[in-house]
């Protein structure tokens, strides 16, 4: 953005350019702010519930078991041992 100042001061680009870029620009920072933490894993919070799923891993040859949160719907993957 700095750039963009520099450019506008020295009028190297007319000021709508400028204005769109640093919007856009805005944008962009508050929509990073917003979801910043939107798709993190949970923590382990919650009542996790094992379900009857169990399969074979293909690449490690590990058994899976597989826990499910009622309240969020989110799946849980975690070794048998």
């Keep these: 953005m700095g750039v963009l100042m520099l450019a ?3 009028r190297l680009l007319p000021l709508p350019i400028v204005g769109w ?3 856009g620009a805005v944008l962009l920072v508050i929509a990073l702010l917003v979801e ?3 798709y993190r894993p949970s923590g382990g919070e919650g009542p996790w ?9 293909p690449a490690s040859g590990q058994w899976i078991v597989v ?3 009622p309240h969020t719907g989110e799946r849980r ?3 048998a041992d």
């Design 36 to 38: 910043h933490g939107r």
């Design 21 to 23: 870029v640093a919007a």
């Design 77 to 79: 993957y975690r070794s």
């Design 49 to 57: 519930v094992a379900t009857a799923e169990r399969f074979q891993d």
């Design 8 to 10: 506008w001061f020295g």
């Design 67 to 69: 826990d499910y949160n």
